[in-house]
């Protein structure tokens, strides 16, 4: 059975850090490429970053110098380091994993809330 599961999410103050998580299960991890997708309330889904099979990353600009994404192709596991969080980095965020021969598969998401 498929699955990507994201943890992580929680509420930290302005400027705090948090790393999300995400595991899958159920195909061939190492061949995806693995991005997070965030969506505030009331907007639509955004990409925030993506990390190709071989370990290429790119980020949208407004998180750039402030996020990093990784994986663990061992564990099957991404995961989104968030530092100097921001107001406007609240939002639910989503990992999903894409291969070009097919396969595109999405997690329940977790939310993430930067509030004093």
């Known amino acids: 059975q498929v699955q990507l599961v994201e943890s992580g999410g929680d509420l930290v103050p302005p400027g705090g850090s948090l790393t999300l998580s995400c595991t899958a299960s159920?195909?061939?991890?190492?061949?995806?490429?693995v991005s997070w997708y965030r969506q505030p309330p009331g907007q639509e889904r955004e990409l925030v970053a993506k990390?190709?099979?071989?370990?290429?990353?790119n980020y949208t600009d407004s998180v750039k110098d402030r996020f990093t994404i990784s994986r663990d192709n061992r564990k099957k596991i991404a995961y989104l380091q968030m530092n100097n969080l921001e107001p406007e980095d609240t939002a639910m965020y989503y990992c999903?994993?894409?291969?070009?021969?097919?396969?595109?598969?999405w997690g329940q998401g977790t939310q993430v809330t930067v509030s004093s």
């Open positions: 990390i190709t099979a071989s370990k290429r990353t």
């Open positions: 999903n994993a894409e291969w070009y021969l097919g396969g595109n598969y």
């Open positions: 159920g195909f061939t991890f190492a061949n995806y490429v």
